[in-house]
């Protein structure tokens, strides 16, 4: 249960202005609601060069809630916090602590501020559009993130210009075709207003728009070009650009 320091208690299905979480208490049957005078406490474990704690970033950014971002490092050299195991037992980052409660996994993380900050709402109210929405999440992060950003993006940029293979490339291509055919089916989902697709996907084009080979491949689509290039300079894609990235 989430502890809100202070609590404004409000009728079932009062809507409830600006900024403000709505949280239901099980014990009284009312909606309780944490407003900008009583703001969650957020501490997020990660980098700023991870295309994940981004996408959880910019979701935060979206709500304009504060949080402080506490350096974890999974990587060779990086160093992790001495508790990191009891926040993510497989030392991946994110992990995130909202009011003392942990969670990781960015689709459960990101979920999870949706349903606690109201507004604005990133998750569409249409059914299928909120399941095409996670469908495009689920398509970045088991067919999108590995290609685009350990296939292009980490060869060029960090491993001072390595040819990407070819299976990458390819890979990436039709991912990309993929994505762009929701363009079609619902563009509700990402592409017609922010939604918690279009900051999973943010992150993986942030990334592979910053090397040459991850730049032609996104041309190749001319509608997913002209929405990423007006995304990406939305002010908190470049609020949470990493010096690593281009975008
Ligand atoms: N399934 C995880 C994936 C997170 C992930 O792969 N994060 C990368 C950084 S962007 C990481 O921690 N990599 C460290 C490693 O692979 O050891 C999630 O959705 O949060």
Request: aromatic share 10%.
């Amino acid at each position: 249960m989430l502890r809100a320091r202070r609590w404004a208690r409000r009728p079932r299905n009062t809507a409830s202005p600006g900024r403000q979480a709505s949280v239901y208490d099980f014990s009284t049957g009312w909606f309780a609601t944490i407003s900008k005078d009583s703001p969650v406490e957020v501490r997020l474990y990660g980098t700023e060069e991870s295309v994940y704690t981004r996408i959880v970033r910019l979701v935060l950014l979206a709500k304009e809630v504060d949080f402080a971002l506490i350096e974890a490092d999974p990587f060779d050299g990086g160093k992790l916090p001495g508790d990191y195991d009891l926040r993510h037992p497989f030392k991946r980052i994110p992990a995130i602590e909202v009011d003392g409660m942990r969670l990781y996994e960015t689709d459960a993380i990101v979920q999870y501020i949706d349903a606690l900050i109201e507004h604005p709402k990133l998750t569409p109210p249409n059914a299928e559009d909120a399941a095409r929405m996670r469908q495009i999440m689920r398509i970045v992060d088991n067919y999108a993130y590995r290609p685009l950003v350990w296939g292009l993006y980490v060869p060029v940029w960090w491993r001072e210009g390595l040819e990407p293979a070819g299976e990458a490339i390819e890979q990436s291509r039709h991912v990309l075709g993929v994505l762009d055919s929701f363009f079609d089916s619902s563009p509700d989902a990402c592409f017609n207003g922010w939604t918690l697709a279009t900051f999973h996907l943010a992150g993986v084009l942030g990334a592979a728009d910053s090397v040459a080979q991850g730049s032609a491949l996104i041309d190749e689509r001319p509608r997913l070009r002209e929405w990423w290039n007006g995304l990406r300079m939305e002010p908190i894609m470049v609020k949470t650009r990493s010096t690593h990235t281009q975008f």
